[in-house]
């Protein structure tokens, strides 16, 4: 019996199926994305989305979906799915699905007639190439198996439509043809591992409908080029695999290059090892730089994300070679003691006063795990962000007298709060902010630690009297005697804010914590009560006026939700470690229920794995990308612990 297993009943069920989306990725950039049943609902799914360093890097559908029809008995059964105008889906294939089984591959089981078609699909690693394998395990009679390719050759966060501008002929390859249907693209290399049969009739197939672009309050239509169809003849006991890929393939290796790929995946047969396989989808290697993709479909590599989610991922898969590798590339991109958050290669965006700070974070965690060249691999980069925050840096982030790190940028949103409508930022959280000044005391402390070992004096020199001054004055400024808890925000004109936020949950878990046992239990307490949910932690307690309990509608409405009580799974990381920290054995059960309860939505939103934010309410719905970076890699990260420190309970 598969880990991750679909009935037919299920699969069947639109409604069931067309919200539960699979990811997979190259690990250079490229990736597959679509729905249960290969119905595409998202301008962001394509069977083949690569990055175009022509285009700066950004990613492009270039295959969107390949419909295969069975042809037997003069009758013809299409197994493809597309959605039009007024819920109208044609063709209808999913009706035709017996199974599907997502352990290795994602594969599906088709009965038509008296074929028994079954058809895998996998990327290359590290090549821009999808490769399909198709089997007949039953037929009764020859067949005939015919495979429409749609192309749309444009950027993921756009749409196409038909233009006299694309290129609609194509040029015949080995067992196959190339298309290229505008200038500055590679071509498309569609090939099959036997002899074919390429039928030339272009067209545009018009209004194809993604829904869950029209739910985000997007547009949702396009048009779809198809330059015709392949057709081969079948019988039972054929296997065909299929390419498209950026480079021309030997055909006659197009078989056992999909086993030996298949061969070297880790089975999605345990919560641990979808985990794991989850984890390896985040990783990009490609320019001789190792970067950390923040979510799919569509994000990028993000700094605060890199270093929140680096633990986890690198652990999980034992890697300190990747460890390594991914913060020499952010290292290499600093500005100012700043790292780029967001933005692309060539417009990089510094605007993350809590990036720099997380950096020392992963560093710490790197040497947990047994990195040994921390101070003299790192050091320098260290140094520089420390001296920026202490001097002064972009967007007004300096130290005070009183050691604490205040930011004032109207207009900006600096910490990892960051949602902004119509310019202005929802949670602006300007001024001292609670994770911010924890984290900046744990960097010194840490830097400090190291430079001792090190012998770095001047260093020391500089730094050694913060600690002491940092922690009287964030007890003064944060905590609040009455409430029992920290303050997320204070400054000079609003004084303190005390939304009851899982911000101060991070002052908590920090290697190095101002807080004392009490406090710590307190705030804990609190964020329990308050704030905990089995898919992660609210942003804000159902009790403030300004609680939003649904993030969904158009943009403005899921950005004015989005840290105002959306649920998100990477919180469960420092509340788990906090918790631990406090109640030590007493507390593995929780943690283990809140962790291990995950497994539940292994096969609810992004098959086998966390998605980026949940509801608020319940029954706490999925929302936002479909596999985020740091809620894979919060959940391996305790999940370590726990196997680390508490194996016996």
């Not at 990327?123 to 198996?145: C, D, G, N, W």
């Not at 969904?552 to 919180?571: C, K």
Request: aromatic residues 12%.
């Amino acid at each position: 019996m598969s880990y991750i297993k679909f009935e037919k009943g299920q699969v069947v069920n639109l409604e069931y199926s067309l919200v539960r989306e699979m990811i997979r990725t190259n690990r250079a950039g490229s990736y597959s994305s679509s729905t249960l049943v290969g119905c595409n609902t998202r301008k962001y799914h394509g069977l083949l989305v690569c990055p175009i360093d022509e285009f700066g890097g950004e990613r492009f559908v270039l295959l969107s979906s390949l419909d295969v029809t069975v042809v037997n008995n003069d009758k013809s059964f299409n197994t493809g799915i597309r959605k039009y105008k007024g819920d109208y889906f044609s063709p209808k294939g999913h009706k035709y699905i017996e199974d599907f089984d997502a352990d290795n591959v994602p594969s599906r089981i088709y009965r038509v007639g008296g074929v028994i078609l079954k058809m895998e699909s996998l990327l290359v690693h590290y090549e821009e190439q999808l490769l399909k394998r198709f089997t007949i395990i039953e037929a009764s009679e020859p067949m005939k198996l015919q495979f429409r390719p749609f192309l749309a050759f444009r950027n993921i966060h756009d749409l196409t439509h038909a233009n006299m501008y694309a290129n609609t002929k194509v040029d015949f390859i080995e067992n196959g043809v190339k298309s290229k249907m505008y200038e500055g693209f590679p071509s498309l290399k569609m090939q099959f591992s036997t002899n074919v049969e390429f039928i030339s009739v272009p067209d545009w197939y018009m209004g194809v409908e993604y829904p869950e672009e029209q739910k985000r309050g997007y547009d949702y239509s396009e048009d779809l080029f198809t330059p015709g169809f392949f057709e081969l003849k079948a019988k039972k006991g054929d296997v065909i695999v299929f390419s498209a890929s950026t480079k021309e393939e030997n055909t006659s290796g197009l078989k056992a290059k999909f086993t030996k790929t298949v061969s070297g995946k880790i089975p999605r047969d345990s919560f641990i090892n979808c985990l794991r396989n989850a984890a390896q989808q985040f990783v990009e290697k490609r320019g001789g730089k190792t970067l950390i993709v923040a979510g799919y479909p569509w994000f990028g590599a993000w700094g605060r994300d890199t270093f929140i989610s680096l633990p986890g991922l690198a652990v999980a898969r034992h890697k300190l070679v990747l460890y390594r590798e991914v913060l020499d590339t952010q290292i290499n991109k600093m500005k100012n003691g700043l790292f780029p958050n967001m933005g692309t290669e060539s417009n990089p965006a510094f605007n993350s006063v809590d990036a720099p700070l997380w950096f020392f974070w992963a560093v710490q965690q790197y040497i947990e795990h047994g990195g040994t060249d921390s101070w003299e691999r790192f050091g320098e980069a260290a140094k520089s962000i420390l001296n920026a925050f202490k001097k002064g840096t972009a967007f007004n982030i300096h130290m005070r007298d009183n050691g604490l790190i205040y930011t004032d940028s109207p207009g900006k949103a600096l910490t990892w709060m960051d949602a902004v409508v119509n310019g202005m930022p929802v949670t602006p959280r300007r001024g001292y902010a609670v994770e911010i000044n924890a984290l900046w005391y744990n960097a010194i402390c840490f830097s400090l630690e190291l430079a001792r070992v090190e012998k770095d004096k001047s260093f020391v020199k500089e730094y050694e009297h913060l600690p002491d001054l940092i922690k009287k004055s964030f007890l003064e400024v944060f905590w609040d005697d009455k409430l029992c808890y920290l303050a997320d925000y204070v400054n000079d004109d609003e004084g303190k804010n005390m939304y009851v936020r899982p911000n101060m949950v991070i002052a908590v878990s920090l290697p190095f914590s101002m807080l004392d046992k009490v406090q710590m239990k307190n705030i804990l307490d609190i964020s329990d009560r308050e704030l905990v949910t089995p898919r992660g932690l609210r942003t804000l307690s159902p009790g403030n006026k300004f609680y939003k309990g649904c993030c969904e509608g158009s943009q403005e409405e899921r950005d004015n939700a989005y840290h105002q009580g959306t649920v998100w799974p990477w919180l469960l990381g420092p509340f788990c470690e906090g918790w631990l920290k406090v109640y030590g054995q007493q507390g593995v059960q929780k943690v283990k229920k809140l962790i291990y309860g995950l497994e539940a939505v292994m096969s609810e939103h992004g098959i086998s794995t966390i998605s980026e934010i949940y509801d608020g309410d319940p029954p706490h719905s999925p929302r936002g990308a479909i596999s985020q970076a740091w809620s894979v890699g919060e959940v391996l990260r305790i999940i370590d612990i726990l196997e680390t420190n508490f194996a016996n309970q």
